[in-house]
């Protein structure tokens, strides 16, 4: 456990655990844009194909006064609405551990979930007023488990391109004693924005003490993006639904040592300009090759990274982008590898994101048309992480810019 501030924060990658692709929010759709007759169109908004996920690790926060915490603190989840709906149901990451410290006390606590619109301000708050909420009586509770659907007694109607909050507060009569953890993607070394395609504003952990002023969720140089689904009542599913993070099993890039993300296209074509991966450079003096390559392994385009910074912080990874000679069509249904490779001398490592198909989550909260893979020099496989081997279920931190 690493204590952070007053609240207690623990970090992990075990195997508990988007398409953050969206225009509006967590979905692999391109936004359309409406105008007047006669008057000029408004610029293209950029639209993503990927996982598109900074995250290092998997880290809890607190619901209640945790130890030595100052106050019952609240947080909440700000997502921007990406469909006009009804909101039945939400999929939180609930985290407990019976022989730790640090991921929950008691029973629990009581769970109190608002959804608040937002205040219209210019820095995204809460509302005064919930337009819906539900409880958690005792989440400390196999029963229901890490990843429960919560029914809304009375849902809410969401609109889209709207903000909205939802706000956790643990309401029970002893918070100090009754308390537990929501899990997130936490990102050693917080980026601007959080998240490579969205503005904070439309994904975003807000805190506050309840007589205090919301701030964004920061512990140091650190912060977290939430793990959650939203399930509207006509089958529509937002979120962000990787739950596992492996800054513990990095894969290296290095002469024959190469990672590569496999993909099967889905839906339409996508005619994509970039490609963008998320990596570490250790050591050595050559470029990091990012090469956009068909299922039999001929080249469709390619380019290097002369350069790729190290960012403060543990893991050190950032993106490093490649734009392509000439827009690139990904045809429907076709198969697709986005190969990373490196000089012998020269040593890049990246990790995987879990996504929680086996939890409940469903596309387009995670990438479904890939998997990641690594090559050791004799042959490709699917991931490992923890005993387990050729994993079906894990992505590279990667994304293409479409058009």
């Given at each position: ?21 969206a225009?509006?929010?967590?979905t692999n ?15 293209a908004?950029p ?23 100052s106050?019952n ?11 006009t ?12 551990d019976?022989s ?5 006390a ?6 109190q ?16 007023n ?6 958690v009586?005792h989440p ?20 889209a ?17 009754n ?25 975003a952990?807000?805190?506050r003490?309840p ?5 964004l ?10 793990c959650l ?28 040592k ?14 994509v300009?970039?490609?963008?991966v ?8 050559g ?6 390559e ?8 390619q ?5 790729v910074?190290?960012t ?10 490649v ?40 596309p387009?909260t995670?990438?479904?048309d ?34």
């Amino acid at each position: 456990m690493i204590m952070l501030d007053s609240t207690p924060v623990v970090f992990r990658s075990v195997l508990r655990g988007v398409a953050l692709a969206a225009c509006l929010a967590l979905t692999n759709l391109a936004c359309s844009h409406d105008s007047a007759a006669g008057a000029p169109a408004p610029p293209a908004t950029p639209s993503y194909y990927g996982s598109a996920l900074n995250a290092d690790d998997l880290g809890n926060i607190t619901l209640g006064y945790a130890y030595n915490d100052s106050c019952n603190r609240q947080y909440s989840i700000r997502m921007r609405a990406n469909h006009t709906g009804v909101l039945r149901s939400i999929r939180p990451f609930f985290i407990w551990d019976y022989s730790r410290i640090g991921y929950h006390a008691g029973n629990g606590g009581t769970i109190q979930i608002q959804v608040l619109a937002d205040d219209g301000s210019s820095s995204h708050f809460p509302s005064g007023n919930a337009i819906a909420s539900l409880t958690v009586l005792h989440p400390v509770n196999d029963s229901i488990g890490f990843y429960p659907l919560l029914t809304f007694p009375a849902p809410p109607a969401l609109v889209a391109g709207q903000i909205y909050h939802l706000v956790f507060t643990n309401v029970d009569a002893d918070p100090a004693s009754n308390w537990v953890s929501l899990d997130c993607a936490w990102m050693w070394y917080a980026a601007t924005p959080l998240q490579p395609t969205l503005p904070d504003s439309d994904l975003a952990i807000l805190e506050r003490c309840p007589a205090g002023t919301w701030s964004l969720y920061k512990r140091g140089t650190s912060t977290a993006t939430p793990c959650l689904q939203l399930e509207y009542a006509d089958g529509a599913i937002q979120g962000q639904g990787y739950i596992e993070f492996y800054s513990q099993n990095p894969k290296p890039i290095s002469g024959t040592k190469e990672v590569r993300e496999r993909f099967t296209v889905s839906g339409p074509d996508r005619v994509v300009t970039s490609a963008s991966v998320r990596v570490k450079y250790v050591s050595g003096p050559g470029p990091l090759t990012i090469r956009l390559e068909k299922a039999d392994g001929s080249l469709v385009d390619q380019g290097m990274v002369a350069t790729v910074p190290v960012t403060p912080g543990i893991n050190g990874a950032s993106w490093a982008k490649v734009s392509f000679a000439s827009p690139q069509t990904l045809h429907a249904g076709q198969s697709y590898h986005l190969l990373l490779r490196a000089p012998a001398d020269t040593l890049f490592q990246t990790q995987g994101l879990r996504k929680g198909a086996d939890k409940g989550f469903k596309p387009p909260t995670y990438f479904a048309d890939g998997i990641a893979q690594f090559n050791d020099g004799t042959a490709w496989t699917g991931w490992d992480s923890w005993g387990q081997y050729n994993r079906q279920d894990v992505d590279l931190q990667f994304y293409f810019e479409t058009k």
